[in-house]
């Protein structure tokens, strides 16, 4: 049952599970700077309930979890406006890191861009049959630099520059391959398994459960200041090139979707 109607989520609470789902399927969930305050707010409400064990992170529809950054909102930005940029990203990222229940994404479609970055830094990812992922910035002329963070110690080097270097998508079988996603289910069994998956994990010991969340969060941290220097750097340089803006005109002419960070 849903519990409560966000402007771009629906937050849903079962028992130990919350369901938290993206609600922007016209835009294909796309991470509008709304939706990720929301989110922000959302996370903080969920941490603060002691009846909820773990939560999921789904998208609503059925083609797409996440389909990134809405590009609507970055096409006219500056030097400066690309900066205040990443620092926004970066704010949302370190709140899902510091999430200490289980967090489980629950992937119903495309995981693109910032979106996948989002399911990256979830704690499981269980994926429908039909899923696709990929990191797609390069052709919009944007450079990828917390997704290489997200992507690298989990795939390692040479399967991280190629996603990024050519912005090509792997489908939920590749994904599984790789050790992106830990399972793959037919896209009506998806909703079912990723609550069950909560379910259990809500039953462990949750002192253990935060601890050890904490080191893992610890590891990744250590790379995010760096990360985040050369992002706002990287992002900055390349916006003033004016390249981005005419890539997202371009996009942005054909089709109403964002697609990525």
């Not at 083609?63 to 940029?85: C, H, I, K, T, Y």
């Not at 039909?130 to 690298?152: K, N, Q, S």
């Not at 935060?210 to 900055?236: D, G, I, M």
């Amino acid at each position: 049952m849903v519990e409560r109607v966000w402007e771009n989520l629906l937050v849903a609470v079962e028992g130990p599970v919350a369901t938290v789902t993206l609600n922007r399927p016209t835009r294909l969930n796309a991470l509008s700077r709304r939706l990720r305050e929301e989110l922000i707010q959302v996370i903080d409400e969920l941490e603060g309930r002691a009846e909820v064990g773990a939560v999921v992170l789904t998208g609503s529809g059925e083609r797409a979890f996440a389909a990134g950054q809405d590009l609507s909102e970055a096409q006219g930005f500056d030097v400066a406006e690309a900066g205040r940029w990443v620092d926004e990203w970066t704010v949302l990222y370190e709140r899902i890191l510091r999430f200490p229940k289980p967090l489980i994404a629950g992937l119903n479609g495309y995981a693109v861009g910032a979106g996948f970055q989002v399911a990256l830094l979830c704690d499981i990812r269980i994926a429908a049959d039909h899923a696709r992922f990929g990191m797609p910035e390069v052709d919009d002329a944007i450079p990828c630099i917390t997704g290489t963070w997200t992507l690298y110690e989990l795939i390692g080097r040479g399967r991280t520059l190629d996603l990024v270097l050519s912005g090509r998508m792997v489908d939920a079988q590749e994904a599984l391959q790789w050790g992106i996603v830990t399972r793959v289910v037919p896209a009506a069994e998806l909703a079912r398994v990723s609550a069950e998956e909560a379910r259990f994990l809500a039953g462990k010991p949750a002192t253990a459960i935060r601890l050890n969340k904490e080191w893992f969060r610890r590891l990744l941290l250590e790379k995010l200041p760096a990360t985040e220097a050369y992002a706002k750097e990287a992002h900055q340089f390349a916006f003033g090139t004016g390249e981005p803006a005419e890539k997202m005109a371009a996009f942005l002419s054909h089709k109403a979707v964002g697609r990525s960070t």
